[in-house]
C-alpha cells in the first residue's frame, strides 16, 4: 500500500483550565489514504472536531497537542513552526466549517476572498486569480459565476455559501480535506447536494477527505471507512459497510441500532442508556464502561486497546481473548 | 439608498425645528430683551416702540416662525455685548473651533486605533497593560485638570509649547487657519491632546473590544484554516469589521468634541466658539447662547446623517436592507 494521505498516530490533545488539565482526544490513530473519505462519527464532545482542528494545525490555547504525531504524506506536521504549518493551511490541507453563514467575512465579496486564498498560496496574478476562482465556483454548482463572484456573502443562499467554502478550501488543490460538520447547517435537499459535491471533489481530484459529522446517514452515504469515536478515543475503526452492518463494539452496536430505517418495522429504536461523561469525568478504565451491558470487572480498571478483527479495528475487552498480563 | 437618504434629511430637519424651539424659548424666558438691549431712562413709548420695531407684539407663533426663517439664513440676530451680528462673529470663531475639534478627533482615531489594535492582538504585553493604564486615566480625569497640568508642565516648567491662544494664524478667504504657521500648530498640540484624551480611550476601549470579539468569530478562524498571513487576517479582515462600530462612535463623538470644545477652549484661551459662549453666559448674551445652541446641534444633526451614510459604505449587508426596504 502506498504511504497515507494523512496519518494520525496517538494523538493526545490536552485543555489546561481551572480545575486541571483536561484530555480531550486520548490516544487517537488512523490514516486516511488518497482519495478515500473517511467519516468520524460521535456524539458531541467525543472529540470530532478537535480532531479534526488539530490536524490543520488550529488548536487554541488553552488547547494543546501534548503527544502523538500526524504525518502529511510523510512529512511530519504537527510540531512545525506557525510559520511553516500557515503555509500548509489552505494549500495542502483545506478545511469546510460547520456554518456557512458565519464562514464568510460579511464586508468583502466572495470573489475576493476566493482570490486572495488563491494568491496567498500559488504564484499567480490578480487576473488568472480571478479566472481561476470562476472556475471553482463553476465547479462546486454555482450558476452564473463570472455573476455571482462580485456578490457579498449575504447575497448567496446557505446552500451556496457552503459551495463558496468548498471553493475556497479546494482553490489551492489540497491533498487533504477536513469537512468538519459540512452539513449540519444546511435544509435537508440541500445537505445531499453538499454531499454529493464533496465526494465528487474527492473522487476527481484524488483528495482525501476527512468527514466530522454526527449523521451516520450522511457517513454511510459518502463514507469509504468509518470511525467511531467516543469520549476522545476511537471506538471502533474500519470500512463503512462492515461497520454498519456488522459492528463490534457495543457502543457502536448502540449507534448503528439508533439509525431509523425505511423499512418501516415499527419497533422501536434502540437508546444508548445514559450519557457522554464529561471531560473531567472520564471514568476509570474503559471510558464506555459504565453505559455498556456486556462491560466485566477488566472494563472498570485497564484501557482496552485497539484489535484488529478482520478489516475493522476494535478498542474492547470483549474482543481481547489474550489475557491481560500477556499482552505487550 | 436616496429614499433612506432622504428620510433621514426630513428626520433631521424636524430635530432642527425642536432645537430652534428651546432656543427660541431662551429669549422669553431669560427675560425681556427690550431691557438688555435700552438704558434704565427710556421711556415707555420708546421701549413700545424698540418692541414693535422688533416685532416682540406680534403672535409667538409669527415670531417663531421668523426666528426659523432667520436662522434658516443663518441670521441671529445682534449680539448684546459687542453690538455685531451673531452669525458674523460665530463665522470668526468657527474656524478655530473646527481646527480644534478636527485636530483633536484626527489624533484621537489614529492612537486610540493603533493602541486598541496593539492591545488586542498582544493583550499580555506590558505595553498593553500601559495603554490600558492610560485609558484608565484618560477617561476619569476631567479634562480641565489635564489640560492645566499639561501647561504647568510644558509651557512653565519646560517652556516648549504656548500656554494659551492659537499663535500666528494665515486668512484664506474668510477662514483663518493656525496650520501654516510653526506657532499656530505649536499652539494647538496641547488643546488637541487635552480635547482628545477622552474620545481617544474611548476608542481604544471600543475597538479593543471588538477586535477581540472579532477575533473569535467564524470567518476568522476559517480565515486561518486558508492559510492567510496573521497579517492579512488582523488588518485586512479583523480591523475592517472592527471598523463599523467605531466610525458610529469616532463620528457621534465628533459633535461631543466641539461640545467640549468649551472646556479646552476657556482653559487654553482659546479664540473659539466654545470661549465665545462661556463669555455670551456671563454677560447674558442670549442671542449668540441661543445661536451657538443651533450651530451646535446642526454639526450634531449632519453628523448622525453623515454616519449613517458612511455605515452603509463600509457595511455591504446595509446597502442591500436599504435599497430593499424601499
Redesign the interface.
Known amino acids: 500500500m502506498t504511504e497515507p494521505v494523512l496519518s494520525v498516530r496517538n494523538l493526545q490533545v490536552e485543555f489546561a483550565s481551572r480545575r486541571g488539565t483536561l484530555r480531550a482526544i486520548d490516544g487517537v490513530s488512523f490514516d486516511i489514504a488518497k482519495g478515500e473519505v473517511l467519516g468520524v462519527v460521535g456524539e458531541s464532545g467525543a472529540g470530532k472536531s478537535v480532531t479534526g482542528l488539530s490536524v490543520?494545525g488550529?488548536i487554541d490555547p488553552p488547547g494543546r497537542i501534548a503527544g502523538g504525531e500526524i504525518h502529511l504524506a510523510g512529512l511530519r506536521i504537527d510540531n512545525l513552526p506557525p510559520e511553516d504549518m500557515?503555509?500548509?493551511?489552505?494549500?495542502r490541507i483545506?478545511?469546510i466549517?460547520q456554518?456557512p453563514l458565519?464562514?464568510?467575512?460579511?464586508?468583502?465579496k466572495v470573489g475576493d476572498q476566493i482570490v486572495?486564498?488563491i494568491r496567498?498560496?500559488l504564484n499567480l496574478s490578480e487576473r488568472a486569480a480571478r479566472r481561476r476562482a470562476i472556475d471553482l465556483l463553476a465547479e462546486v454548482g454555482i450558476p452564473a459565476p463570472e455573476k455571482r463572484i462580485d456578490g457579498?456573502p449575504?447575497?448567496f443562499s446557505g446552500g451556496m455559501r457552503q459551495r463558496v467554502?468548498i471553493a475556497?478550501?479546494i482553490c489551492?488543490e489540497p491533498e487533504l480535506i477536513i469537512a468538519d460538520e459540512p452539513t449540519t447547517a444546511l435544509d435537508v435537499s440541500v445537505q445531499a447536494q453538499i454531499i454529493s459535491l464533496i465526494k465528487r471533489l474527492g473522487r476527481d481530484h484524488g483528495t482525501a477527505v476527512m468527514l466530522v459529522t454526527h449523521d451516520m446517514g450522511v457517513i454511510a452515504e459518502t463514507s469509504d471507512r468509518v470511525a467511531v469515536m467516543y469520549a476522545g478515543r476511537v471506538a471502533e475503526i474500519g470500512p463503512v459497510q462492515d461497520v454498519v452492518r456488522n459492528p463490534l463494539h457495543p457502543y457502536a452496536k448502540g449507534l448503528m441500532g439508533a439509525i431509523p430505517t425505511l423499512a418501516g418495522d415499527d419497533k422501536r429504536l434502540v437508546q444508548i442508556p445514559g450519557s457522554m461523561p464529561r471531560l473531567s469525568a472520564i471514568p476509570r478504565g474503559c471510558s464506555f464502561n459504565p453505559r455498556c451491558a456486556p462491560a466485566f470487572d477488566r472494563c472498570r480498571v485497564e484501557k482496552p486497546e485497539p484489535l484488529s478483527r478482520g478489516t475493522q479495528s476494535v478498542a474492547c475487552h470483549l474482543y481481547d481473548s489474550v489475557p491481560a498480563e500477556t499482552a505487550a | 439608498m436616496l429614499a433612506f437618504t432622504l428620510r433621514r434629511a426630513i428626520q433631521a430637519i424636524g430635530v432642527m425645528i425642536a432645537v430652534g424651539i428651546i432656543s427660541f424659548s431662551m429669549f422669553r424666558f431669560a427675560g425681556d430683551p427690550v431691557n438688555q438691549m435700552v438704558g434704565m431712562d427710556t421711556s415707555g413709548a420708546e421701549r413700545a416702540a424698540i418692541r414693535k420695531s422688533l416685532g416682540l407684539d406680534d403672535p409667538v407663533i409669527v415670531q417663531f416662525g421668523r426666528y426659523v426663517g432667520n436662522a434658516a439664513q443663518f441670521k441671529f440676530g445682534v449680539s448684546y455685548q459687542f453690538r455685531l451680528p451673531v452669525s458674523n462673529l460665530l463665522m470668526e470663531r468657527m474656524p478655530a473651533t473646527l481646527e480644534l475639534a478636527i485636530c483633536a478627533t484626527i489624533f484621537a482615531m489614529i492612537s486610540g486605533i493603533l493602541m486598541g489594535v496593539y492591545s488586542a492582538l498582544r493583550r499580555d504585553s506590558w505595553l498593553s497593560h500601559i495603554f490600558q493604564a492610560v485609558s484608565l486615566i484618560g477617561i476619569s480625569l476631567p479634562t480641565f485638570l489635564i489640560g492645566i497640568l499639561m501647561i504647568y508642565l510644558f509651557s512653565v516648567t519646560l517652556g516648549w509649547l504656548p500656554s494659551f491662544g492659537r499663535g500666528d494664524v494665515v486668512h484664506i478667504g474668510w477662514w483663518t487657519t493656525g496650520l501654516l504657521t510653526l506657532s499656530g500648530l505649536k499652539a494647538l498640540i496641547m488643546p488637541s491632546i487635552t480635547l482628545g484624551l477622552f474620545q481617544m480611550t474611548l476608542i481604544m476601549r471600543l475597538v479593543r473590544a471588538e477586535m477581540l470579539e472579532v477575533l473569535r468569530?467564524?470567518?476568522i478562524?476559517?480565515?486561518?484554516?486558508?492559510?492567510?498571513?496573521?497579517r492579512?487576517i488582523h488588518f485586512?479582515?479583523a480591523l475592517?469589521?472592527t471598523l463599523v462600530p467605531v466610525i458610529t462612535v469616532a463620528g457621534l463623538q465628533f459633535g461631543s468634541v466641539i461640545a467640549f470644545a468649551i472646556i479646552t477652549e476657556t482653559v487654553f484661551q482659546w479664540p473659539g466658539m466654545g470661549l465665545l459662549f462661556v463669555q455670551a453666559v456671563q454677560n447674558v448674551d442670549i442671542p449668540i447662547m441661543a445661536a451657538y445652541l443651533m450651530m451646535v446641534s446642526l454639526i450634531f444633526v449632519t453628523i448622525n446623517l453623515v454616519v449613517d451614510i458612511l455605515y452603509t459604505i463600509?457595511?455591504?449587508?446595509l446597502r442591500?436592507t436599504v435599497s430593499r426596504a424601499h
Open positions: 490543520i488550529l500557515r503555509r500548509i493551511r489552505g494549500k483545506g478545511m466549517f456554518d458565519t464562514s464568510l467575512n460579511p464586508l468583502y486572495e486564498t496567498t498560496h457579498y449575504h447575497e467554502v475556497l478550501a489551492a | 468569530t467564524d470567518y478562524r476559517f480565515a486561518r484554516a486558508r492559510g492567510l498571513s496573521t492579512a485586512g479582515h475592517r469589521n463600509v457595511d455591504p449587508r442591500s
